[in-house]
């Protein structure tokens, strides 16, 4: 499973968009350590969360969790928590193949699938595509609405399909991840 987070924007200030990046990737490393993941850097671009396949069947509701537990402590670690939520797009998928890691950095064209569905993502949404969605276990435990970009149909290929945007989790669960939320914002994980 694959999580790719994309500024939202090209920031004009590089060093902004470097600090951006930086956050997003020390917040991205603490919930891929959770949930038994890795976290590099997309080549100066953005985030990618990798959580090989570990033969559990819930692993994709596990990436999806943490996608949306990212976009969490993201929010909550900002002065200013709108810009914060909405600072990046979000993508989930499936991917079968080894995504190929290079001193903390993963090079673009490796998961390039997962890529077009967070630039399909509006700023703060995360697209889950078809692979990831067909791969749930129980998928009532995502909120799901249809993905209203005007793009995606002339963009979609046959393996980076979106299904669509998730717009939450169930209660149970949004509540396991309100205090991971907690647990990782004051560091104690």
Request: glycine share 8%.
């Amino acid at each position: 499973m694959v999580v790719a987070d994309l500024p939202r924007q090209v920031e004009s200030d590089a060093s902004a968009r470097e600090s951006l990046l930086e956050g997003g990737l020390a917040v991205g490393r603490k919930v891929a350590n959770l949930y038994a993941g890795h976290a590099a850097a997309l080549s100066g671009a953005g985030v990618v969360l990798v959580f090989p396949s570990s033969g559990f069947n819930d692993r994709c509701f596990e990436a999806i969790c943490a996608a949306w537990l990212v976009r969490s402590l993201l929010a909550s670690a900002a002065g200013n928590a709108d810009e914060a939520t909405h600072a990046f797009r979000y993508g989930v998928d499936y991917s079968a193949r080894r995504i190929p890691m290079d001193d903390g950095t993963i090079k673009p064209s490796a998961v390039s699938d997962v890529l077009l569905l967070a630039s399909l993502a509006s700023a703060g949404d995360l697209v889950i595509g078809q692979t990831a969605y067909e791969a749930l276990d129980r998928p009532h435990r995502v909120d799901l609405v249809e993905l209203e970009n005007p793009a995606t149909e002339a963009l979609s290929s046959a393996v980076a399909l979106p299904r669509g945007k998730v717009r939450g989790i169930a209660d149970e669960y949004d509540a396991l991840l309100t205090r991971q939320s907690e647990v990782l914002a004051k560091g104690t994980a």
